[in-house]
């Protein structure tokens, strides 16, 4: 039997990887982010996976470091839950305020609520659940 040599196709993986330049953006803009909706540094640190709070300092100071792929595919998350709120609201402090509302689709929690269990299957569920309401 002889096998025949398959060249390698991207994998969606592959398709999905974030650089350090991206990720330096995705930083600076996460935090801008999390000031808009208000989060304190613990909450913060959560939805980062677990930052430790002296990084998350460096951060606002802009002073960010290496990134490795499980936080940076968290802000991607985090800038397509944005997004999607940016579509859903034309008033950006709508989508700001309606991240704490409670909603029966979270079984009356809030969407913070969810992504404050700090998986990152969360923040990708909701990022569905968003593109889902916004039918994309």
Known sequence: MQFQILERSTSQEEATVITDAEA??????????????????????TLLGGLSSRTWARWKEGDIGRMDRDLRMRMAHLMGIHKGLRYLFKDPARGYTWIRHSNDAFGGGSALDLMLRGELEDLAALRGWLDAERGA
Do not use: E, P
């Not at 330096?24 to 640190?45: E, I, P």
């Open 24 to 45: 330096l953006a995705l930083a600076r803009t996460t935090v801008n982010l999390f000031k808009a909706w208000g989060l304190s540094d613990a909450q913060a640190s």
